[in-house]
């Protein structure tokens, strides 16, 4: 049961933006235990295959109960649908016309789920080695190919996608859909020999669909500033990186220590008005130029900022968030430097899982290793043995912990991979997917790693799932703040940046010794006015699974109901520069004016009162903020643009 929002108290303790405590010792917290129990989960999957790319997985709640069910792309076999069965196991209810790609051959290696038409089921967007497909939920276990209906591009000669996403980056309702797409394969540079050694073109180049809210989509990239060199993309992620309410895209290119690196398409919704994209890449140091697989989005620090980890062949990335600039801190972090601890073997790395897998309050990682069987000469030391690595959370810092783990993935070229809480015991589990090149009887190519560890008094937790009103109601961008103790746990509700996979919509973070969380903030994507609302809980227990709906009524996030008079303030103009005016108010009673930022943090505090009062906002950097007004023990606030 969700608690009701109160009146608004006091955020003077929100401002604890963490001395962080980079001493605590290990042994003070859990520490996670993982089995692999494919088989007990009825799990029988295979995907062959005669390229390195794929597989990934999609986590997607298929009818609407609440519980993970799973899409799996079989590459040249059959695809398959588990549905999720409650007690820990899974049933194939794959419909015989999912596999109908096998006379497109087109061959699947991911995806990503959601409602493309909201008719409130979600539907499926693999993305394929040949055209793509879009598969419409009919809403009874049955899905209706309509690739050719809604417009996408059909057909293709040629086409090699790797990563999709989705969400509302123009804030019309609708859900629209960014398509990541490689290379073409005939203009890799070879030898005598015929072995690859070099790649000469900038791939294929990536699509942004912009959902026309009839059940048709317009390829729009040029026109929105997002199609030139985009690199040989592997992953593409819609997300809010800079937490303004408006969906920015990050794009993580393969071959970028040769052609492009990875670049930052920043949306400009909520500071002008209209939904289009620069590239910030190069000003906010996210341009690494990496063979990068996979993003995993991350606040590993407690800071309230967004951090990413960079999976890569050879030494990852974890790119730290310091004001929306971006530092490699991996070295520094106890992040891989790219080499086998075994020996000198180079690593391939795809997928990076990153969540608090022991609910400490520190978020860990489960790093998804693989080999590529025909490894270009220009790379040195391929491994054939790179071991999928977990690592734990210390306070900021990360130790290896593979080998407590319980599970070695060492004999996989693994992939893709997703978390979700398969059996809502408040544990993150781990699905993850590898590639085998030939068909037939073998054993499941995807392995469930079911969350054993124990739990002791310090390691509760708190899991949310969100629904949102003024855009799609999977609400990705939302971004949730759970205070506890003074600390600030920030998540983000996004379609995850693992390789052609996509990771629970649901929210997980780990409390560690707190029992009651003080707060729950939670940001709501904005619509296409800019209108963003903001909605907080508060003195929240732990262990519980929490559903939250937009309260579209409390723009401010509170319950507090103000006074007819209040209703009727103005404030102006918006976007204002360093004035903000502030009009209708009650004469000659005091008022108390107070902006915040979109982390909760107090810009300003000031009383007055005038019936029309001008607020100094000069020395506020630009982007979104909340101004209360506070008269008589009635509250109002208004959303404002600083530019």
Not at 258 to 285: C, W, Y
Not at 305 to 314: A, C, K, L, N, W
Not at 435 to 463: C, F, K, M, V
Request: proline share 4%; charged share 20%; glycine share 10%.
């Amino acid at each position: 049961m969700i608690p009701e929002a109160v009146t608004l108290v006091s955020i003077d303790a929100m401002k604890i933006l963490i001395t962080i405590f980079l001493l605590v010792p290990a042994a003070v917290f859990a520490q996670f235990k993982f089995e692999d129990i494919t088989r007990h989960a009825n799990i029988d999957m295979q995907c062959a295959s005669e390229q390195e790319a794929g597989p990934g997985v999609v986590v997607i709640d298929l009818n609407g109960d609440g519980w993970d069910d799973l899409y799996m792309p079989g590459g040249f076999d059959s695809d398959k649908i588990y549905l999720n069965m409650q007690d820990g196991t899974f049933k194939n209810i794959t419909p015989n016309n999912v596999s109908i790609h096998l006379d497109y051959r087109t061959y699947p290696r991911g995806g990503s789920a959601f409602d493309y038409n909201n008719d409130g089921y979600p539907d499926l967007y693999l993305c394929c080695n040949g055209r793509d497909i879009l598969w419409k939920n009919n809403g009874d276990g049955t899905f209706t190919d309509v690739t050719r209906p809604a417009q996408l591009n059909f057909p293709l000669d040629k086409n090699e996608s790797n990563s999709s996403t989705f969400g509302d980056f123009d804030g019309d309702g609708d859900n629209d859909l960014y398509v990541g797409r490689w290379v073409d394969e005939g203009k890799f540079i070879r030898d005598a020999a015929q072995n690859e050694v070099a790649y000469a073109h900038k791939g294929f180049p990536n699509w942004l669909y912009v959902n026309n809210g009839n059940g048709t989509f317009t390829e729009q990239a040029q026109q929105l500033h997002v199609d030139g060199d985009t690199g040989c993309t592997n992953i593409a992620l819609f997300f809010d990186y800079d937490r303004d309410g408006d969906l920015d895209i990050l794009v993580g290119n393969d071959f970028g220590v040769q052609i492009m690196p990875n670049r930052v398409f920043k949306n400009m919704l909520m500071e002008t008005g209209k939904a289009t994209f620069v590239d910030m890449t190069d000003s906010i140091g996210l341009d690494q130029h990496l063979f990068c697989m996979g993003i995993g989005p991350n606040d590993f620090n407690r800071d309230g900022r967004f951090d990413f980890y960079e999976t890569s062949i050879g030494p990852e990335r974890l790119m730290k968030n310091v004001n929306n600039t971006f530092t490699d801190v991996g070295p520094k972090t106890g992040i891989s430097n790219g080499y086998e601890l075994k020996g000198s073997y180079m690593t391939t790395t795809w997928t990076a899982l990153m969540s608090d897998f022991d609910n400490d309050g520190w978020e860990d990682g489960f790093i998804v290793h693989g080999y590529i069987g025909a490894i270009p000469p220009w790379i040195t030391n391929p491994s054939r043995i790179d071991t999928s690595q977990f690592i734990h959370n210390i306070g900021a810092y990360f130790e290896d912990y593979t080998l407590q783990s319980g599970v070695m993935v060492d004999t996989f070229q693994a992939r893709g991979a997703a978390y979700f809480d398969l059996d809502h015991d408040g544990k993150l589990d781990i699905i993850f997917a590898s590639l085998d090149h030939t068909a037939g009887t073998r054993p499941s190519d995807y392995h469930i790693l079911h969350n054993i560890s124990t739990q002791p008094e310090n390691s509760h937790w708190l899991e949310m799932r969100f629904n949102a009103v003024r855009t799609p109601k999977e609400g990705i961008g939302t971004i949730v703040d759970v205070w506890a103790g003074g600390i600030i746990h920030s998540r983000q509700v996004s379609t995850g940046g693992g390789f052609g996979s996509q990771n629970s919509l649901m929210q997980h973070v780990g409390l560690g010794d707190f029992t009651v969380a003080d707060s729950i903030v939670v940001y709501w994507p904005c619509d296409k006015y800019r209108h963003r609302t903001v909605n907080r809980y508060y003195n929240i227990p732990s262990d519980q699974i929490l559903h939250f709906t937009e309260d579209t009524s409390a723009t401010s996030g509170t319950s507090s109901v103000a006074s007819s008079a209040m209703q009727q303030i103005k404030v102006y103009p918006t976007p204002a520069h360093n004035t903000l005016k502030v009009e209708n108010l009650e004469a000659s009673v005091s008022k108390r004016f107070e902006i915040y930022d979109l982390l909760g943090i107090r810009q300003l505090d000031v009383t007055g009162s005038e019936s029309t009062f001008s607020l100094s906002i000069g020395g506020l950097k630009p982007g979104c903020y909340i101004l209360r007004i506070t008269s008589a023990g009635s509250a109002v606030t208004k959303q404002f643009i600083k530019e």
